[in-house]
């Protein structure tokens, strides 16, 4: 049996999923790889990695080739706390601005350009460039940065207007807002389904753990990232890492607003690999 190649991204947004996962139980049958999740994206869509959290907009490029496992995501209701658009002008004035989207998401790039053409019926320029907030805003009216590059640029601020994307999905729609799945490819699922099986209980069991010992996490992610202690508590208790119903109609909403405008072929159904999932 081949081992399975498991994704990480390298984002503190993960953490409490991620913190408790027991790897020594699947030495020698699974590994992990850490990423930003464009790479991610890629490495899952070339076969070079099994699962793992990916975009949620890289799953619906690929779903015919994908499922997702049952109660996992990052998602939020509101305010996500580390996808922000930077701006030179208030978000009203934006007309046809030129704006710098980061080269490490998927998910978010893509709900920008729902809000701005969509909601607010601008028409920019778009340019994807690394993620420096102060290289990026040089030629440009706003920029977006997500995960922890977006945390280091709010908290440095140099006077910008600062927009979180999850707020203004949230203002136009009262829907959750999908970021992540934890996204299996069909071959696994075909060939592996025990061990597949027992990796999405130990992430559920991860999971649920991080939860009921987030200050542990936040004691983590203060000594590895910075920020303080009331910081990170109000970021984790601002996501959620479950995939129900509610998370469902809300990233298929987003996925019919992303076909509206092109981004995608068609609109797409999640389609959930659950295998009676339980906490052991």
Not at 28 to 54: C, H, K, M, W
Not at 84 to 96: A, D, G, H, I, Q
Not at 209 to 238: C, M, N, P, R, V
């Amino acid at each position: 049996m081949s081992r399975i190649q498991i994704g990480k991204i390298s984002y503190s947004n993960v953490l409490p999923v991620f913190h408790f996962f027991r790897d020594a139980r699947f030495t020698g049958r699974a590994s992990f790889t850490e990423r930003v999740p464009a790479e991610l994206n890629r490495q899952l869509a070339a076969g070079d990695i099994d699962l793992g959290p990916v975009s949620s907009f890289a799953y619906a490029e690929n779903a015919a080739s994908y499922q997702v496992l049952g109660d996992l995501s990052v998602s939020a209701l509101g305010a996500v706390g580390s996808i922000f658009m930077f701006s030179k002008r208030p978000l009203e004035e934006l007309r046809e601005p030129c704006i710098a989207l980061t080269n490490s998401s998927a998910t978010s790039v893509n709900l920008l350009k729902i809000i701005m053409e969509k909601f607010h019926g601008s028409h920019p320029k778009y340019q994807t460039v690394k993620p420096n907030l102060l290289s990026m805003m040089k030629d440009s009216d706003a920029a977006l940065l997500i995960g922890d590059d977006a945390l280091l640029a709010k908290w440095n601020n140099p006077g910008y207007y600062v927009y979180d994307l999850g707020e203004l999905w949230y203002k136009h729609t009262g829907m959750w807002m999908t970021f992540a799945l934890w996204t299996v490819r069909n071959q696994v699922i075909e060939h592996q389904p025990d061990l597949l099986r027992e990796i999405h209980h130990e992430f559920l069991r991860s999971k649920q753990q991080g939860l009921e010992q987030l200050d542990h996490i936040i004691l983590h992610a203060k000594e590895e990232f910075g920020g303080t202690y009331e910081f990170w508590k109000a970021y984790f208790s601002g996501l959620c890492y479950d995939f129900q119903s509610d998370q469902k109609r809300g990233l298929e909403y987003y996925f019919r607003c992303a076909a509206e405008l092109g981004l995608l072929s068609r609109p797409i159904e999640v389609k959930i690999w659950d295998a009676g999932a339980k906490i052991t």
